[in-house]
């Protein structure tokens, strides 16, 4: 049995089904005005530290995104400026999985963000820092499933030990972002929400 490929038609089947949902909701040009700038921002930004192994900004811009704007705005951001960063950066099987990934990274922030009052910066910061693990995390599944022979515990343990260092530059480059940027474009996404009057709509 071929996990690769089954793994590969879920994560395909659950992206398209969020798509699918999302298209059927009623959506404001503001909205799709949103998702497509801060997609297009994570995307470009990450091409140029694509020389750092782990390292861009693409997480906690997407991380920030769904905190601000809502789950469901989040996850597109996450799903799309992976989709678009991979034009220039190469596609190739791992895209639906840095789509899922990011995605999730959005969606659950989104999730957070409903929660707060105002920039909980030391949870964010936290957040940074565990996504970047998680990240790792679900891109490893990925790697075991469709390039490591035999699938045992072994291998499986050995996947994600090797990863670590990727991993720890990841999450170190997300508290870094954070620390310099995070407040001062959690201020300006604040202001442009409420410029534009954005309503949350966080259900898919």
């Known amino acids: 049995m071929n996990w690769a490929i089954i793994t590969a038609v879920i994560v395909l089947a659950a992206l398209l089904a969020v798509f699918l949902s999302y298209e059927k909701q009623t959506v404001n040009t503001k909205e799709i005005s949103l998702i497509a700038t801060m997609a297009t921002l994570a995307a470009v930004l990450r091409v140029p530290f694509s020389a750092i192994i782990s390292v861009q900004p693409t997480t906690f811009i997407v991380m920030l995104t769904g905190y601000v704007f809502g789950a469901r705005a989040g996850f597109m951001v996450g799903a799309i400026g992976a989709l678009v960063s991979n ?15 990011w995605g999730l990274a ?7 963000g409903q929660r707060q009052k105002g920039f909980n910066f030391s949870l964010f910061v936290f957040l940074g820092f565990l996504w970047g693990y998680l990240f790792g995390w679900i891109m490893n599944l990925w790697h075991w499933l469709g390039f490591v022979y035999p699938l045992t515990f072994k291998t499986f343990m050995a996947t994600y030990l090797i990863s670590i260092p990727a991993d720890t530059l990841h999450s170190a480059g997300n508290v870094v972002f954070t620390l310099i940027f995070g407040k001062t474009l959690y201020t300006i996404l604040t202001r ?8 949350k709509l966080d259900k898919f």
Do not use: C, E, R
């Open 87 to 101: 034009i220039f950066l190469g596609h190739g099987p791992w895209t639906p999985w840095q789509m899922l990934a």
């Open 106 to 112: 959005g969606w659950t922030m989104g999730l957070l």
């Open 192 to 199: 442009y929400k409420a410029k534009i009057s954005y309503v």
